[in-house]
Protein backbone atom coordinates (compact mmCIF):
# COMPACT_ATOMS: atom_id res chain seq x y z
CA UNK A 1 0.00 0.00 0.00
CA UNK A 2 1.36 3.65 -1.11
CA UNK A 3 -0.32 6.59 0.76
CA UNK A 4 0.34 10.26 0.87
CA UNK A 5 0.58 12.15 4.48
CA UNK A 6 0.53 15.61 4.84
CA UNK A 7 -0.61 17.78 8.17
CA UNK A 8 -4.20 18.67 5.79
CA UNK A 9 -4.55 15.12 3.95
CA UNK A 10 -4.08 11.72 3.93
CA UNK A 11 -4.41 9.71 0.53
CA UNK A 12 -4.22 6.01 0.11
CA UNK A 13 -3.07 5.22 -3.56
CA UNK A 14 -5.10 2.86 -5.23
CA UNK A 15 -3.20 0.33 -7.33
CA UNK A 16 -4.05 0.25 -10.07
CA UNK A 17 -3.22 4.12 -10.33
CA UNK A 18 0.44 3.04 -9.11
CA UNK A 19 1.16 0.24 -12.01
CA UNK A 20 0.20 2.70 -14.58
CA UNK A 21 2.21 5.62 -12.98
CA UNK A 22 4.99 3.05 -13.43
CA UNK A 23 3.98 1.76 -17.18
CA UNK A 24 4.21 5.45 -17.89
CA UNK A 25 7.36 6.94 -16.36
CA UNK A 26 9.06 3.77 -18.48
CA UNK A 27 7.47 3.51 -22.06
CA UNK A 28 8.53 7.63 -22.25
CA UNK A 29 12.11 6.95 -21.78
CA UNK A 30 11.82 3.75 -24.50
CA UNK A 31 9.61 5.22 -26.71
CA UNK A 32 12.20 8.49 -27.00
CA UNK A 33 15.55 5.81 -27.20
CA UNK A 34 13.83 3.90 -29.91
CA UNK A 35 12.74 6.93 -31.64
CA UNK A 36 16.80 8.56 -31.31
CA UNK A 37 18.35 5.04 -32.09
CA UNK A 38 16.38 4.72 -35.41
CA UNK A 39 17.26 8.61 -36.56
CA UNK A 40 21.04 7.86 -35.80
CA UNK A 41 21.33 4.32 -37.72
CA UNK A 42 20.14 6.00 -40.16
CA UNK A 43 22.09 8.84 -40.43
CA UNK A 44 25.06 6.70 -39.67
CA UNK A 45 24.31 4.10 -42.24
CA UNK A 46 23.89 6.78 -44.58
CA UNK A 47 27.44 8.08 -43.45
CA UNK A 48 28.64 4.44 -44.24
CA UNK A 49 30.10 4.19 -40.36
CA UNK A 50 30.39 1.11 -38.85
CA UNK A 51 29.68 2.25 -35.37
CA UNK A 52 26.00 2.20 -36.55
CA UNK A 53 24.40 -0.44 -34.48
CA UNK A 54 26.09 1.23 -31.40
CA UNK A 55 22.74 3.85 -31.86
CA UNK A 56 20.43 1.07 -30.25
CA UNK A 57 23.06 0.81 -27.18
CA UNK A 58 22.04 2.75 -23.81
CA UNK A 59 24.74 5.22 -22.36
CA UNK A 60 27.68 4.65 -25.90
CA UNK A 61 24.55 6.34 -28.48
CA UNK A 62 26.74 9.31 -27.97
CA UNK A 63 29.50 7.81 -29.66
CA UNK A 64 27.56 7.39 -33.02
CA UNK A 65 26.50 10.88 -32.69
CA UNK A 66 29.62 12.63 -31.98
CA UNK A 67 31.23 10.64 -35.14
CA UNK A 68 28.58 11.66 -37.39
CA UNK A 69 29.79 15.62 -36.33
CA UNK A 70 33.17 14.24 -36.25
CA UNK A 71 35.01 17.08 -38.25
CA UNK A 72 32.85 19.66 -35.86
CA UNK A 73 35.46 21.36 -33.42
CA UNK A 74 36.06 21.81 -29.96
CA UNK A 75 39.11 22.94 -27.67
CA UNK A 76 40.83 23.34 -30.99
CA UNK A 77 40.28 20.09 -32.22
CA UNK A 78 37.78 18.04 -33.98
CA UNK A 79 35.00 16.13 -32.08
CA UNK A 80 36.09 12.80 -33.91
CA UNK A 81 39.68 12.92 -31.90
CA UNK A 82 37.65 13.25 -28.51
CA UNK A 83 34.91 10.27 -29.21
CA UNK A 84 35.81 8.02 -27.00
CA UNK A 85 37.21 10.38 -24.38
CA UNK A 86 33.84 11.73 -24.56
CA UNK A 87 31.71 8.32 -24.66
CA UNK A 88 33.42 7.28 -21.77
CA UNK A 89 32.56 10.28 -19.72
CA UNK A 90 29.00 10.42 -20.61
CA UNK A 91 28.60 6.63 -20.15
CA UNK A 92 29.94 7.07 -16.89
CA UNK A 93 27.87 10.04 -15.58
CA UNK A 94 24.54 8.26 -16.52
CA UNK A 95 25.51 4.99 -14.93
CA UNK A 96 26.34 6.51 -11.88
CA UNK A 97 22.88 8.26 -12.06
CA UNK A 98 21.38 5.40 -12.02
CA UNK A 99 22.97 3.80 -9.94
CA UNK A 100 22.33 6.64 -7.10
CA UNK A 101 18.50 6.00 -7.65
CA UNK A 102 18.84 1.97 -7.74
CA UNK A 103 20.20 2.23 -3.98
CA UNK A 104 17.62 4.91 -2.94
CA UNK A 105 14.71 3.47 -4.17
CA UNK A 106 15.31 -0.54 -4.18
CA UNK A 107 14.58 -0.72 -0.72
CA UNK A 108 11.02 1.01 -1.21
CA UNK A 109 10.20 -0.69 -4.53
CA UNK A 110 10.78 -4.21 -2.98
CA UNK A 111 8.77 -3.87 0.24
CA UNK A 112 5.91 -2.44 -1.76
CA UNK A 113 5.93 -5.38 -4.08
CA UNK A 114 6.22 -7.48 -0.73
CA UNK A 115 2.70 -6.01 0.00
CA UNK A 116 4.42 -3.93 3.16
CA UNK A 117 2.60 -0.30 3.71
CA UNK A 118 4.43 2.61 2.28
CA UNK A 119 4.31 5.94 3.52
CA UNK A 120 5.22 9.45 1.60
CA UNK A 121 5.11 12.13 3.75
CA UNK A 122 5.19 15.41 2.62
CA UNK A 123 8.26 18.02 3.50
CA UNK A 124 6.97 20.37 7.09
CA UNK A 125 4.51 17.56 7.99
CA UNK A 126 4.55 15.53 11.64
CA UNK A 127 5.59 11.99 10.98
CA UNK A 128 3.10 9.90 12.30
CA UNK A 129 4.06 7.89 15.30
CA UNK A 130 3.31 4.50 13.71
CA UNK A 131 5.94 5.61 10.86
CA UNK A 132 9.47 5.19 10.93
CA UNK A 133 11.81 6.79 8.98
CA UNK A 134 14.43 4.58 6.79
CA UNK A 135 16.66 6.45 4.93
CA UNK A 136 16.77 10.19 6.17
CA UNK A 137 16.37 12.96 3.77
CA UNK A 138 14.19 11.32 1.24
CA UNK A 139 11.13 11.10 2.96
CA UNK A 140 9.78 8.32 2.69
CA UNK A 141 8.26 5.67 5.45
CA UNK A 142 7.62 2.65 6.57
CA UNK A 143 5.58 1.12 9.08
CA UNK A 144 7.24 0.39 12.26
CA UNK A 145 8.08 -3.54 12.40
CA UNK A 146 7.46 -4.17 8.38
CA UNK A 147 9.43 -2.43 6.32
CA UNK A 148 12.36 -4.75 5.87
CA UNK A 149 15.75 -3.03 5.09
CA UNK A 150 18.28 -5.01 2.45
CA UNK A 151 21.21 -3.12 3.40
CA UNK A 152 22.88 -5.06 6.32
CA UNK A 153 25.51 -2.62 6.83
CA UNK A 154 23.70 1.31 6.54
CA UNK A 155 26.54 2.92 6.92
CA UNK A 156 28.73 1.67 4.17
CA UNK A 157 25.96 2.32 1.95
CA UNK A 158 25.47 6.12 2.90
CA UNK A 159 28.96 6.63 2.45
CA UNK A 160 29.23 4.91 -0.91
CA UNK A 161 26.08 7.21 -1.85
CA UNK A 162 28.24 10.50 -0.14
CA UNK A 163 30.88 8.94 -3.18
CA UNK A 164 28.64 8.57 -5.72
CA UNK A 165 27.07 11.91 -5.19
CA UNK A 166 30.24 13.74 -5.33
CA UNK A 167 31.88 11.89 -8.36
CA UNK A 168 28.72 12.58 -10.56
CA UNK A 169 28.50 16.02 -9.22
CA UNK A 170 31.96 16.66 -11.53
CA UNK A 171 30.88 14.20 -14.12
CA UNK A 172 27.54 16.15 -14.59
CA UNK A 173 29.74 19.25 -15.64
CA UNK A 174 31.53 16.62 -18.46
CA UNK A 175 28.26 15.40 -19.68
CA UNK A 176 26.71 18.81 -19.82
CA UNK A 177 29.38 20.39 -21.97
CA UNK A 178 29.40 17.39 -24.21
CA UNK A 179 25.56 16.90 -25.01
CA UNK A 180 25.32 20.75 -25.95
CA UNK A 181 28.14 20.57 -28.20
CA UNK A 182 26.67 17.44 -29.64
CA UNK A 183 22.97 18.98 -29.99
CA UNK A 184 24.01 22.09 -31.67
CA UNK A 185 26.63 20.54 -33.87
CA UNK A 186 24.10 17.90 -34.94
CA UNK A 187 21.41 20.05 -35.94
CA UNK A 188 23.30 22.79 -37.13
CA UNK A 189 24.77 19.98 -39.66
CA UNK A 190 21.36 18.22 -40.51
CA UNK A 191 18.99 20.67 -39.11
CA UNK A 192 20.11 24.48 -39.69
CA UNK A 193 16.76 26.09 -40.03
CA UNK A 194 15.66 25.32 -36.55
CA UNK A 195 18.77 23.96 -34.74
CA UNK A 196 18.64 26.30 -31.79
CA UNK A 197 15.14 25.31 -30.94
CA UNK A 198 15.80 21.29 -31.74
CA UNK A 199 19.06 21.87 -29.65
CA UNK A 200 17.20 24.16 -26.00
CA UNK A 201 14.27 21.25 -26.17
CA UNK A 202 16.48 18.35 -26.92
CA UNK A 203 18.28 19.31 -23.17
CA UNK A 204 15.19 18.59 -21.78
CA UNK A 205 14.81 15.13 -22.90
CA UNK A 206 13.02 15.25 -26.10
CA UNK A 207 16.38 14.82 -28.81
CA UNK A 208 14.64 11.40 -29.40
CA UNK A 209 12.06 13.05 -31.26
CA UNK A 210 13.83 15.50 -33.34
CA UNK A 211 16.41 12.91 -34.56
CA UNK A 212 14.14 11.02 -35.53
CA UNK A 213 13.11 13.93 -37.68
CA UNK A 214 16.45 14.13 -39.19
CA UNK A 215 16.74 10.62 -39.71
CA UNK A 216 16.01 11.35 -43.79
CA UNK A 217 18.10 14.78 -44.06
CA UNK A 218 21.52 15.30 -46.25
CA UNK A 219 24.40 16.64 -44.54
CA UNK A 220 25.15 20.97 -45.00
CA UNK A 221 27.47 23.15 -44.31
CA UNK A 222 26.33 25.30 -42.00
CA UNK A 223 28.47 28.54 -43.41
CA UNK A 224 27.19 27.82 -47.46
CA UNK A 225 23.55 27.13 -45.77
CA UNK A 226 24.38 30.89 -44.08
CA UNK A 227 26.13 32.04 -47.22
CA UNK A 228 22.78 30.79 -49.58
CA UNK A 229 20.43 32.73 -47.03
CA UNK A 230 22.58 35.91 -47.66
CA UNK A 231 22.28 35.42 -51.37
CA UNK A 232 18.53 34.50 -51.16
CA UNK A 233 17.77 38.01 -49.11
CA UNK A 234 16.39 40.90 -50.78
CA UNK A 235 17.30 44.53 -49.23
CA UNK A 236 14.96 46.19 -51.32
CA UNK A 237 12.06 44.43 -50.01
CA UNK A 238 9.27 42.18 -51.83
CA UNK A 239 9.52 43.90 -55.06
CA UNK A 240 12.86 43.58 -55.64
CA UNK A 241 15.87 45.26 -56.53
CA UNK A 242 15.51 48.85 -58.36
CA UNK A 243 14.86 48.25 -62.22
CA UNK A 244 16.03 51.40 -63.12
CA UNK A 245 19.85 51.19 -61.85
CA UNK A 246 21.01 53.60 -59.42
CA UNK A 247 18.21 56.03 -58.96
CA UNK A 248 16.76 54.51 -55.77
CA UNK A 249 13.27 56.54 -56.06
CA UNK A 250 12.35 54.55 -59.33
CA UNK A 251 12.49 55.60 -62.73
CA UNK A 252 14.59 58.41 -63.73
CA UNK A 253 12.36 59.78 -66.83
CA UNK A 254 14.86 62.44 -67.45
CA UNK A 255 18.13 60.65 -67.65
CA UNK A 256 20.65 62.88 -65.88
CA UNK A 257 18.52 64.23 -63.30
CA UNK A 258 18.61 62.02 -59.93
CA UNK A 259 16.12 64.08 -58.52
CA UNK A 260 13.09 63.84 -61.04
CA UNK A 261 12.60 67.29 -61.21
CA UNK A 262 10.67 68.45 -64.50
CA UNK A 263 13.63 69.74 -67.38
CA UNK A 264 11.00 72.41 -68.91
CA UNK A 265 9.90 73.46 -65.27
CA UNK A 266 11.41 77.01 -65.71
CA UNK A 267 9.33 77.12 -69.73
CA UNK A 268 6.71 79.44 -70.20
CA UNK A 269 3.08 77.68 -69.08
CA UNK A 270 0.95 77.41 -71.64
CA UNK A 271 -2.33 79.72 -71.69
CA UNK A 272 -5.45 78.13 -70.49
CA UNK A 273 -7.82 79.71 -73.03
CA UNK A 274 -4.93 79.20 -75.88
CA UNK A 275 -7.89 77.50 -78.22
CA UNK A 276 -9.98 80.80 -77.66
CA UNK A 277 -7.19 83.22 -78.86
CA UNK A 278 -7.60 85.10 -82.30
CA UNK A 279 -4.87 84.02 -84.81
CA UNK A 280 -4.40 87.47 -85.83
CA UNK A 281 -3.99 88.81 -82.66
CA UNK A 282 -0.03 88.92 -82.01
CA UNK A 283 2.10 88.82 -78.27
CA UNK A 284 2.71 92.06 -76.85
CA UNK A 285 6.02 93.23 -77.37
CA UNK A 286 9.05 92.74 -74.67
CA UNK A 287 9.02 96.44 -73.17
CA UNK A 288 12.55 95.61 -72.60
CA UNK A 289 13.59 94.53 -75.97
CA UNK A 290 15.34 97.54 -76.55
CA UNK A 291 18.07 96.99 -73.80
CA UNK A 292 18.16 93.08 -75.14
CA UNK A 293 21.62 91.79 -76.52
CA UNK A 294 19.87 92.02 -79.97
CA UNK A 295 19.85 95.53 -79.91
CA UNK A 296 23.42 95.85 -78.70
Request: hydrophobic share 45%; glycine share 6%; with cysteine.
Amino acid sequence: MLTFISNTFSFEVPTSTVWIAVVISLLIPVALHVLRAIGLYKLAKKKELKCAFMAWLPCVWIYVAIRLIGESRIFGKTMAKFAVLFTILFAAAELLTLAYNFIIYFPYVGNYLAGRNIYIIEEGTTVPVECLEYWSGLGVYGKVGEFVGPYKNIYLIQKIMNVIYYVSAILDIAYAVIVVTVFINLFRKYWPQHYVLASILSLFGLDGIFIFVIRNKQPVSYMDYLRSRYQNYNPYGPYGPNPYGQNPYGQNPYQNNPYGQNPNANAEPESPFEDFKDPSEKKPEDPFSDFSDKNR
